[in-house]
Protein backbone atom coordinates (compact mmCIF):
# COMPACT_ATOMS: atom_id res chain seq x y z
CA UNK A 1 0.00 0.00 0.00
CA UNK A 2 1.45 3.73 -1.18
CA UNK A 3 1.40 6.22 1.77
CA UNK A 4 0.04 9.71 1.01
CA UNK A 5 2.35 12.63 0.44
CA UNK A 6 3.25 14.23 3.06
CA UNK A 7 0.92 18.25 3.38
CA UNK A 8 3.15 20.57 2.82
CA UNK A 9 3.83 23.21 5.37
CA UNK A 10 4.21 26.44 3.08
CA UNK A 11 1.70 28.09 0.54
CA UNK A 12 4.24 30.33 -1.67
CA UNK A 13 8.38 30.15 -2.42
CA UNK A 14 9.97 33.32 -4.00
CA UNK A 15 13.91 32.72 -4.64
CA UNK A 16 15.90 35.72 -4.43
CA UNK A 17 19.46 35.80 -5.13
CA UNK A 18 20.84 35.95 -1.51
CA UNK A 19 17.55 34.70 -0.06
CA UNK A 20 14.14 32.89 -0.55
CA UNK A 21 11.51 34.21 1.00
CA UNK A 22 8.62 31.10 1.90
CA UNK A 23 4.98 31.79 2.81
CA UNK A 24 3.81 29.45 5.90
CA UNK A 25 0.30 28.48 5.40
CA UNK A 26 -0.72 30.42 8.57
CA UNK A 27 0.51 34.08 6.59
CA UNK A 28 3.56 34.32 7.80
CA UNK A 29 6.71 35.03 6.22
CA UNK A 30 10.01 33.27 7.08
CA UNK A 31 13.08 34.28 4.92
CA UNK A 32 16.15 32.13 4.20
CA UNK A 33 19.62 32.91 3.41
CA UNK A 34 21.78 31.10 0.74
CA UNK A 35 23.92 29.74 3.36
CA UNK A 36 20.81 27.63 4.34
CA UNK A 37 19.99 29.54 7.93
CA UNK A 38 16.91 31.27 8.46
CA UNK A 39 16.76 35.04 8.82
CA UNK A 40 15.39 36.88 11.87
CA UNK A 41 15.39 40.03 13.77
CA UNK A 42 15.59 43.93 11.54
CA UNK A 43 17.18 42.18 8.29
CA UNK A 44 14.04 39.85 8.20
CA UNK A 45 12.04 43.38 8.19
CA UNK A 46 13.75 45.22 5.81
CA UNK A 47 13.73 42.32 3.15
CA UNK A 48 10.08 41.88 3.59
CA UNK A 49 9.42 45.98 3.26
CA UNK A 50 11.53 45.30 -0.03
CA UNK A 51 9.07 42.79 -1.10
CA UNK A 52 6.23 44.77 -0.25
CA UNK A 53 5.14 41.70 2.09
CA UNK A 54 4.57 43.38 5.14
CA UNK A 55 3.66 46.85 5.79
CA UNK A 56 5.41 49.05 8.57
CA UNK A 57 3.07 50.59 11.11
CA UNK A 58 4.00 53.52 13.48
CA UNK A 59 4.05 52.34 16.91
CA UNK A 60 1.17 53.27 19.35
CA UNK A 61 1.88 56.54 21.28
CA UNK A 62 1.40 55.03 25.36
CA UNK A 63 -1.64 56.90 26.56
CA UNK A 64 -1.15 58.43 30.23
CA UNK A 65 -2.38 56.61 33.18
CA UNK A 66 -5.57 57.86 34.48
CA UNK A 67 -5.42 59.66 37.63
CA UNK A 68 -6.68 57.32 40.48
CA UNK A 69 -9.72 58.38 42.10
CA UNK A 70 -9.44 60.34 45.77
Known amino acids: MAKAPAKKSTKGKKEKKDYTIIEKRSGRFA????????????????????????????????????????
Open 31 to 70: VKGKDGKFINGEEKVKILLAEKKIKLTAPRKKEEAAPAAE
